[in-house]
């Protein structure tokens, strides 16, 4: 692929540099970056990857980026972001992808976990759904209503700010906190009042379940996506190597989707299960495309932190820029020129 830099050509622009993450509190977190190793020494490096179903390795896999791989990978998957961040933190996988809220649940548990590289998506498929039946029009009218959503995920921030966007808070609300297999039961069932859901589940309850769109997440929610790996791994020489790599095949996937949307629709419905109508649907806005790292992202995430805190979700203040490291900057920058 064009921006796709030969990793013999990494390895010596990178030879015995020492580079840290770029701000106060990133560089106190990150410490020095490993100098890269040798092509024979990556031979043998494994990288455990998280993901969920249906995420990076079968974009990777669509777009042909997992060919001619200098290194193995071991993939886990997870429901969501927040236990995926959890075994980051433990050691348990190297680096996995999450939305916009799951790093600022870690970071408030002062997790092992470091912000590596963003992206973006339309926000118009992350939704807050009711029923067909339901005699909610308005998301004011969720005072005293039961509400389902995976606790720390992306949809719980975009939550909150559509609740403070109506004058609510999450205390004028029920929550239930569910994983999204059990929200959708739940959901269908009438065991909550709505559902707060990203793609393609909101896709899948629109089509299949005939749910309705309350709100969405245009003009509250960021959109950002992050790789987010633990410390450890980018502490050790040949996992700092691989995830430098594999980050820039990543986005090279991302972009390749974007156009290509119908040929990733049809290998996201084989590898997940999915209706090809519902993939085909969820394909046009949950798509993540790569982004800048910049102080604009910091910024925008250290606002929903602190509303989250705000709201008492948090037990404290969150240094979001703490927890994000720049090292993989310059990688990444030919594939994010005009």
Request: glycine share 10%; net charge negative.
């Amino acid at each position: 692929m064009r921006a796709r830099r030969a990793l013999s050509a990494v390895l010596l622009l990178m030879a015995g540099a020492g580079l840290a993450g770029c701000g106060g509190g990133e560089q106190e977190r990150s410490a020095e970056e490993p100098a890269p190793v040798s092509e024979s020494e990556l031979a043998n490096v494994t990288v455990r990857i998280g993901d969920q179903k249906g995420g990076s390795q079968a974009l990777l896999r669509a777009a042909g980026t997992l060919d001619d791989l200098p290194y193995k990978i071991e993939w886990s998957t997870f429901t969501s972001g927040p236990p995926l961040l959890e075994a980051a933190s433990a050691g348990a996988v190297d680096i996995g992808r999450v939305g916009n809220t799951p790093p600022i649940f870690s970071a408030a548990a002062n997790a092992n976990i470091s912000v590596v590289s963003a992206a973006q998506r339309d926000v118009a498929g992350d939704a807050l759904l009711v029923r067909e039946d339901s005699p909610l029009r308005e998301v004011g009218e969720l005072r005293g209503k039961r509400v389902g959503v995976a606790k720390g995920s992306s949809a719980h921030g975009q939550l909150l700010y559509l609740l403070q966007k109506a004058g609510l808070s999450t205390q004028d609300v029920e929550l239930s906190y569910l994983q999204p297999a059990d929200a959708y039961g739940a959901f269908t069932q009438g065991q909550v009042d709505a559902w707060a859901v990203w793609e393609p589940y909101s896709s899948q309850a629109r089509l299949e379940a005939g749910a309705r769109v309350l709100a969405d997440g245009v003009g509250t929610a960021n959109g950002y996506t992050f790789q987010v790996a633990g410390v450890g791994a980018l502490a050790d020489a040949g996992t700092n190597s691989a995830i430098r790599d594999y980050v820039v095949r990543l986005a090279e996937a991302q972009q390749w989707a974007d156009t290509h949307r119908d040929e990733w629709a049809r290998a996201w419905s084989a590898d997940t299960g999915l209706d090809p109508e519902v993939a085909r649907a969820a394909a046009q806005t949950f798509l993540d495309l790569p982004v800048p790292l910049d102080d604009a992202v910091v910024e925008s995430e250290q606002k929903l932190a602190d509303a989250f805190t705000e709201e008492g979700v948090l037990p404290g203040a969150v240094a979001f820029g703490d927890f994000v490291d720049r090292r993989f900057a310059a990688d990444l920058a030919p594939l994010l020129e005009p």
